[in-house]
Protein backbone atom coordinates (compact mmCIF):
# COMPACT_ATOMS: atom_id res chain seq x y z
CA UNK A 1 0.00 0.00 0.00
CA UNK A 2 2.82 2.61 0.83
CA UNK A 3 4.23 1.86 -2.47
CA UNK A 4 1.09 2.88 -4.15
CA UNK A 5 0.75 5.66 -2.36
CA UNK A 6 4.50 6.72 -3.32
CA UNK A 7 3.96 6.02 -6.98
CA UNK A 8 0.63 8.24 -6.87
CA UNK A 9 2.24 11.16 -5.00
CA UNK A 10 5.58 10.38 -8.07
CA UNK A 11 2.54 10.85 -10.54
CA UNK A 12 1.67 13.56 -9.13
CA UNK A 13 4.98 15.25 -9.13
CA UNK A 14 5.68 13.89 -12.81
CA UNK A 15 2.34 15.32 -14.09
CA UNK A 16 3.26 19.17 -12.37
CA UNK A 17 7.07 19.05 -13.81
CA UNK A 18 5.00 17.68 -17.74
CA UNK A 19 2.78 20.06 -17.84
CA UNK A 20 4.98 23.42 -16.61
CA UNK A 21 7.87 22.21 -19.10
CA UNK A 22 4.97 21.29 -21.90
CA UNK A 23 6.91 18.19 -22.27
CA UNK A 24 3.86 15.72 -20.46
CA UNK A 25 4.33 13.27 -17.39
CA UNK A 26 5.98 10.12 -19.84
CA UNK A 27 9.19 12.14 -19.54
CA UNK A 28 9.08 11.68 -16.01
CA UNK A 29 6.86 8.70 -15.80
CA UNK A 30 9.22 5.86 -17.39
CA UNK A 31 12.36 6.84 -15.39
CA UNK A 32 10.21 6.84 -12.19
CA UNK A 33 8.83 3.52 -12.77
CA UNK A 34 11.67 1.82 -14.07
CA UNK A 35 15.02 3.14 -11.93
CA UNK A 36 12.53 4.18 -8.90
CA UNK A 37 10.34 1.59 -8.58
CA UNK A 38 12.03 -1.25 -10.74
CA UNK A 39 9.47 -1.71 -12.73
CA UNK A 40 10.26 -3.67 -16.28
CA UNK A 41 10.45 -1.08 -19.01
CA UNK A 42 7.40 -2.60 -21.44
CA UNK A 43 5.05 -2.59 -18.28
CA UNK A 44 6.56 1.35 -17.42
CA UNK A 45 5.73 2.23 -21.11
CA UNK A 46 2.04 0.77 -21.11
CA UNK A 47 1.35 3.16 -18.13
CA UNK A 48 3.01 5.77 -19.39
CA UNK A 49 0.88 5.58 -22.52
CA UNK A 50 -2.55 5.72 -20.58
CA UNK A 51 -1.38 8.54 -18.60
CA UNK A 52 -0.68 10.50 -21.83
CA UNK A 53 -4.21 9.82 -23.21
CA UNK A 54 -5.73 11.20 -19.80
CA UNK A 55 -3.77 14.45 -19.62
CA UNK A 56 -4.29 14.93 -23.72
CA UNK A 57 -7.83 14.52 -23.41
CA UNK A 58 -9.03 17.24 -20.93
CA UNK A 59 -7.00 19.84 -22.85
CA UNK A 60 -7.82 18.88 -26.05
CA UNK A 61 -11.44 19.65 -25.51
CA UNK A 62 -10.23 23.43 -24.41
CA UNK A 63 -8.63 24.06 -27.39
CA UNK A 64 -10.93 22.49 -29.87
CA UNK A 65 -13.43 25.24 -28.64
CA UNK A 66 -11.49 28.06 -28.59
CA UNK A 67 -10.87 27.44 -32.11
CA UNK A 68 -6.90 26.72 -32.07
CA UNK A 69 -7.25 23.47 -33.27
CA UNK A 70 -7.09 22.45 -36.50
CA UNK A 71 -9.03 19.24 -36.79
CA UNK A 72 -8.88 18.75 -40.50
CA UNK A 73 -5.15 18.65 -40.22
CA UNK A 74 -4.76 16.90 -37.23
CA UNK A 75 -7.15 14.02 -38.50
CA UNK A 76 -4.93 13.80 -41.58
CA UNK A 77 -1.56 13.60 -39.59
CA UNK A 78 -3.01 11.21 -37.23
CA UNK A 79 -2.71 8.84 -40.38
CA UNK A 80 0.97 9.00 -40.22
CA UNK A 81 1.17 9.31 -36.43
CA UNK A 82 -0.99 5.77 -36.06
CA UNK A 83 0.93 3.92 -38.60
CA UNK A 84 3.86 4.82 -36.59
CA UNK A 85 2.71 4.41 -32.95
CA UNK A 86 1.71 0.95 -34.24
CA UNK A 87 5.06 -0.02 -35.93
CA UNK A 88 6.72 1.55 -32.77
CA UNK A 89 4.65 -0.71 -30.25
CA UNK A 90 5.23 -3.66 -32.09
CA UNK A 91 9.29 -3.08 -32.77
CA UNK A 92 9.42 -2.32 -28.59
CA UNK A 93 8.03 -5.86 -27.80
CA UNK A 94 10.89 -7.03 -29.87
CA UNK A 95 13.62 -4.91 -28.61
CA UNK A 96 15.92 -5.10 -25.35
CA UNK A 97 14.55 -2.60 -22.33
CA UNK A 98 18.51 -1.20 -22.26
CA UNK A 99 17.96 -0.89 -26.14
CA UNK A 100 14.66 0.98 -25.29
CA UNK A 101 16.47 2.99 -22.10
CA UNK A 102 18.97 4.22 -24.40
CA UNK A 103 17.00 5.09 -27.46
CA UNK A 104 14.72 7.04 -24.99
CA UNK A 105 17.71 8.72 -22.89
CA UNK A 106 18.31 10.42 -26.49
CA UNK A 107 15.53 11.31 -27.86
CA UNK A 108 14.60 13.00 -24.09
CA UNK A 109 17.91 15.08 -25.02
CA UNK A 110 16.48 16.11 -28.59
CA UNK A 111 13.27 16.61 -26.88
CA UNK A 112 14.76 19.37 -24.02
CA UNK A 113 16.76 20.93 -27.03
CA UNK A 114 13.26 21.66 -29.08
CA UNK A 115 11.38 22.74 -26.19
CA UNK A 116 14.51 25.34 -25.33
CA UNK A 117 14.45 26.50 -28.70
CA UNK A 118 13.13 30.16 -29.81
CA UNK A 119 9.78 29.32 -31.98
CA UNK A 120 9.17 31.43 -34.93
CA UNK A 121 5.46 32.17 -35.44
CA UNK A 122 4.57 31.19 -39.29
CA UNK A 123 1.38 32.57 -41.03
CA UNK A 124 1.48 31.07 -44.62
CA UNK A 125 -0.76 32.39 -47.02
CA UNK A 126 -2.41 29.75 -49.15
CA UNK A 127 -1.04 29.35 -52.66
CA UNK A 128 -3.62 28.17 -55.40
CA UNK A 129 -3.40 24.90 -57.20
CA UNK A 130 -1.40 23.54 -54.49
CA UNK A 131 -1.33 20.50 -52.34
CA UNK A 132 -1.90 22.13 -49.39
CA UNK A 133 -5.14 23.22 -51.35
CA UNK A 134 -6.18 20.36 -52.66
CA UNK A 135 -6.56 18.66 -48.79
CA UNK A 136 -7.99 21.51 -47.63
CA UNK A 137 -5.05 21.78 -45.12
CA UNK A 138 -5.45 25.44 -44.17
CA UNK A 139 -8.09 27.40 -42.01
CA UNK A 140 -8.24 30.47 -39.26
CA UNK A 141 -7.24 31.01 -35.96
CA UNK A 142 -8.14 33.92 -33.35
CA UNK A 143 -5.41 36.64 -32.22
CA UNK A 144 -6.48 39.03 -30.01
CA UNK A 145 -10.34 38.64 -31.50
CA UNK A 146 -9.07 38.94 -34.83
CA UNK A 147 -9.83 35.63 -36.96
CA UNK A 148 -5.86 35.05 -39.02
CA UNK A 149 -5.71 32.64 -41.63
CA UNK A 150 -2.96 30.30 -42.32
CA UNK A 151 -1.98 27.31 -44.82
CA UNK A 152 0.78 24.66 -44.16
CA UNK A 153 3.36 23.76 -46.63
CA UNK A 154 5.89 20.92 -47.10
CA UNK A 155 3.01 18.32 -46.41
CA UNK A 156 4.73 15.36 -47.72
CA UNK A 157 8.04 15.37 -45.38
CA UNK A 158 5.93 17.04 -42.33
CA UNK A 159 3.88 13.98 -43.09
CA UNK A 160 7.34 11.80 -43.16
CA UNK A 161 8.48 13.64 -39.52
CA UNK A 162 4.96 12.47 -38.26
CA UNK A 163 5.26 8.89 -39.19
CA UNK A 164 9.04 9.25 -36.92
CA UNK A 165 7.00 10.85 -33.70
CA UNK A 166 4.25 8.54 -33.92
CA UNK A 167 7.05 5.50 -33.84
CA UNK A 168 9.02 7.15 -30.89
CA UNK A 169 5.60 7.57 -29.04
CA UNK A 170 4.83 3.72 -29.87
CA UNK A 171 7.89 2.48 -28.69
CA UNK A 172 8.93 4.81 -25.59
CA UNK A 173 5.24 5.79 -23.84
CA UNK A 174 5.53 9.35 -24.62
CA UNK A 175 3.68 11.93 -25.93
CA UNK A 176 6.17 12.68 -28.30
CA UNK A 177 4.55 16.47 -28.77
CA UNK A 178 7.91 18.36 -29.31
CA UNK A 179 8.69 16.03 -32.42
CA UNK A 180 5.03 17.01 -33.64
CA UNK A 181 5.21 20.49 -33.12
CA UNK A 182 8.86 19.82 -35.24
CA UNK A 183 6.89 18.89 -38.13
CA UNK A 184 3.77 21.12 -38.24
CA UNK A 185 6.13 24.63 -36.92
CA UNK A 186 9.37 24.39 -38.60
CA UNK A 187 8.45 22.06 -41.16
CA UNK A 188 4.59 22.78 -42.35
CA UNK A 189 5.04 26.74 -41.52
CA UNK A 190 1.66 26.47 -39.11
CA UNK A 191 1.30 29.17 -36.63
CA UNK A 192 2.77 28.55 -33.43
CA UNK A 193 -0.90 28.06 -31.43
CA UNK A 194 -2.12 25.88 -34.22
CA UNK A 195 0.79 23.74 -34.17
CA UNK A 196 0.64 23.16 -30.24
CA UNK A 197 -2.74 22.62 -29.91
CA UNK A 198 -2.97 20.33 -32.67
CA UNK A 199 -0.52 18.69 -31.64
CA UNK A 200 -2.13 18.36 -28.30
CA UNK A 201 -5.34 16.98 -29.88
CA UNK A 202 -2.98 14.15 -31.80
CA UNK A 203 -1.39 12.54 -28.98
CA UNK A 204 -4.16 11.11 -27.01
CA UNK A 205 -5.10 9.58 -30.42
CA UNK A 206 -1.44 8.07 -31.10
CA UNK A 207 -1.42 7.01 -27.44
CA UNK A 208 -4.60 4.99 -27.62
CA UNK A 209 -3.56 3.07 -31.19
CA UNK A 210 -0.14 1.69 -29.12
CA UNK A 211 -1.69 1.35 -26.18
CA UNK A 212 -4.30 -1.86 -27.11
CA UNK A 213 -1.11 -3.43 -28.72
CA UNK A 214 0.67 -3.56 -25.01
CA UNK A 215 -2.64 -4.18 -23.82
CA UNK A 216 -3.14 -6.83 -25.64
CA UNK A 217 0.67 -8.33 -24.70
CA UNK A 218 -0.13 -8.23 -21.06
CA UNK A 219 1.85 -4.88 -20.34
CA UNK A 220 -0.80 -2.69 -18.79
CA UNK A 221 -1.01 -3.76 -14.83
CA UNK A 222 -4.18 -1.77 -13.53
CA UNK A 223 -2.15 -2.06 -10.01
CA UNK A 224 0.24 0.28 -11.80
CA UNK A 225 -1.91 2.33 -14.39
CA UNK A 226 -4.35 3.28 -11.65
CA UNK A 227 -1.65 5.41 -9.55
CA UNK A 228 -0.01 7.12 -12.77
CA UNK A 229 -2.94 8.37 -14.35
CA UNK A 230 -5.11 9.93 -11.83
CA UNK A 231 -1.42 11.08 -9.77
CA UNK A 232 -0.71 12.63 -13.51
CA UNK A 233 -3.93 14.08 -13.63
CA UNK A 234 -3.67 15.82 -10.99
CA UNK A 235 -0.36 17.21 -11.46
CA UNK A 236 -1.10 18.54 -14.62
CA UNK A 237 -4.08 20.47 -12.90
CA UNK A 238 -2.08 22.00 -10.42
CA UNK A 239 0.78 22.78 -12.85
CA UNK A 240 -1.63 24.75 -15.65
CA UNK A 241 -2.82 26.75 -12.98
CA UNK A 242 1.00 27.59 -11.30
CA UNK A 243 1.86 28.04 -15.37
CA UNK A 244 -0.08 31.42 -14.92
CA UNK A 245 1.46 32.82 -11.91
CA UNK A 246 4.71 31.67 -12.72
CA UNK A 247 8.07 32.74 -14.57
CA UNK A 248 8.23 30.28 -17.89
CA UNK A 249 11.02 31.05 -19.01
CA UNK A 250 13.19 29.92 -15.81
CA UNK A 251 11.22 27.31 -15.14
CA UNK A 252 11.94 25.34 -18.49
CA UNK A 253 15.86 26.34 -18.28
CA UNK A 254 15.50 24.80 -14.57
CA UNK A 255 13.74 21.82 -15.72
CA UNK A 256 16.08 21.34 -18.57
CA UNK A 257 18.52 20.45 -16.70
CA UNK A 258 16.97 18.12 -14.40
CA UNK A 259 15.65 16.47 -17.30
CA UNK A 260 19.01 16.35 -19.05
CA UNK A 261 20.72 14.40 -16.18
CA UNK A 262 17.66 12.05 -15.34
CA UNK A 263 18.16 11.20 -19.18
CA UNK A 264 22.38 10.99 -18.76
CA UNK A 265 21.39 8.86 -16.04
CA UNK A 266 19.11 6.77 -18.29
CA UNK A 267 21.42 6.37 -20.91
CA UNK A 268 24.47 4.60 -18.19
CA UNK A 269 21.68 2.48 -16.93
CA UNK A 270 20.82 0.92 -20.31
CA UNK A 271 24.43 0.91 -21.23
CA UNK A 272 25.10 -0.95 -17.98
CA UNK A 273 22.07 -2.48 -18.55
CA UNK A 274 20.31 -2.10 -15.48
CA UNK A 275 16.64 -2.22 -17.48
CA UNK A 276 14.59 -5.26 -17.08
Excluded: C, W
Excluded at 94 to 105: E, H, K, Q, S, Y
Excluded at 204 to 214: K, Q
Amino acid sequence: MSEIIILFLGAISAGLLGSLTGLGGGVIIIPLLTLGFGVPMHYAIGASLISVIGTSSGAAVAFVKEGFTNMRIGMFLEIATTAGAIAGALVSGMLNPNTIGIIFASILLLTVILNLKGKPDHQEPLVKGSLEEKLKLYGTFPDKGVLKNYSARNTVPGFLMMMFAGAMSGLLGIGSGALKVLAMDNMMKLPFKVSTTTSNFMIGVTAVASALIYFQRGEIIPVIVAPVLIGVVIGSFIGSKTLMVSKTKKLKVFFAIVITILSIYMMYNGINKSFR
